[in-house]
């Protein structure tokens, strides 16, 4: 039988995805359609979805076997009550090397003081000793997931001292990892470079607040590549401003594309990404979508799956 398979984005995306989520398809010897739009909603069996397409009331599609998100992020869809089948999250490998290259490079952006030399052209010599060694820094990982476990790795190579903070307890080798409260004061207050890479859920919104931030290292830096949510902005300012942080290297807001008036634009102790720092690559995504609806079709789990619940 034919899979019927739905691209529901923004007209933007269909150059990019729409020949290469056909080419891997055929190369994974599917029987397949792949359609922008339908009549007949009823015979869609996957829908590939991004919040800005045309369809956010999955009601009509009686008879899905799942909705495939196209991104890492799952809080615009997740509280959708016209869901009624699974719910399958991105997970894709050129995000995750895209999003290890993007934080690694941040890390070591402030671990060397780069912009001090990269922003002097004032013929002052700056000689002063060597950046310290990667050894001596400690970086704390917010979120272990797909994402949060690749940035840690990618920076533990290096010989960063590495901690990681999760919901659930972890184990990994050579990583001290924590959970809970207790937990992400540990992390907070031990950690010279704290990278945030965590899903924005009921839980972990606004959890980078004044309280949380009373337990940071009296000069961290803070990497934000999650979501903008999980940090109370007027908090974090009032963080930079009294010195208790020393700079924020933001990718993602509350709002976005961010104000032009906000004030993180006007504040030198802040840096901002226009949510650029990783990306679902097509290529590496379709491979996984593809894998995917093959499993489900020999009877298998569906890989990455969206726990409602959990919200994540
Ligand atoms: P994931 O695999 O689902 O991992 C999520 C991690 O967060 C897990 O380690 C999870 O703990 C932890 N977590 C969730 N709720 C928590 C809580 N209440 N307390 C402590 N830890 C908690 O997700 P991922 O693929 O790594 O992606 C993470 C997020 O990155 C995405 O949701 C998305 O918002 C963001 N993202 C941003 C960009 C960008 O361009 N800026 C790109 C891609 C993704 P457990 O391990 O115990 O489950």
Same mark, same amino acid.
């Given at each position: ?10 007209? $933007? ?32 069996? =996957? ?87 990667? $050894? ?175 919200? =994540?």
């Amino acid at each position: 039988m034919t899979t019927n398979i739905l691209f529901s984005a923004a007209e $933007r995306h269909h150059p990019v995805w729409l020949p290469a989520l056909h080419n891997t398809f055929s190369e994974f010897g599917l029987d397949f359609n792949l359609l922008i739009e339908t009549n007949r909603p009823n015979d869609i069996h =996957y829908l590939l979805h991004s919040p800005d397409g045309p369809i956010n009331d999955f009601t009509p599609f009686a008879n899905l076997k799942a909705i495939m998100t196209l991104w890492a992020g799952v809080e615009d869809i997740i509280a959708n009550p016209t869901i009624s089948c699974p719910l399958v999250r991105m997970n894709d490998p050129g995000m995750v090397e895209g999003m290890s290259e993007w934080v690694t490079g941040q890390v070591l952006r402030h671990h060397l003081g780069m912009d001090r030399h990269i922003m002097n052209n004032t013929g002052a010599w700056l000689k002063e000793t060597s950046p310290p060694l990667a $050894r001596s820094r400690v970086v704390g990982f917010l979120g272990l997931g797909v994402l949060g476990l690749a940035c840690l790795k990618a920076v533990q190579s290096l010989k960063f001292q590495v901690i990681g903070w999760s919901r659930t307890p972890k184990e990994i080798p050579g990583v001290k990892t924590f959970h809970g409260k207790d937990g992400l004061t540990r992390v907070l207050a031990t950690s010279d470079i704290v990278a945030i890479i965590l899903p924005l859920t009921k839980e972990t919104a606004d959890l980078i607040n004044r309280d949380t931030l009373q337990s940071v290292k009296r000069g961290a830096v803070l990497i934000n590549s999650g979501r903008g949510g999980l940090i109370k902005e007027e908090d974090l300012l009032e963080a930079l401003d009294c010195g208790l942080l020393s700079h924020a290297t933001l990718d993602v807001f509350k709002i976005e594309p961010l104000p032009v008036d906000h004030p993180f634009w006007q504040h030198e102790q802040v840096s901002i990404w226009p949510h650029i720092s990783s990306e679902s690559r097509p290529q590496t995504a379709s491979i996984s979508i593809a894998r995917n609806i093959v499993k489900n079709q020999k009877g298998e789990q569906l890989d990455n799956l969206v726990d409602i619940t959990r919200g =994540y």
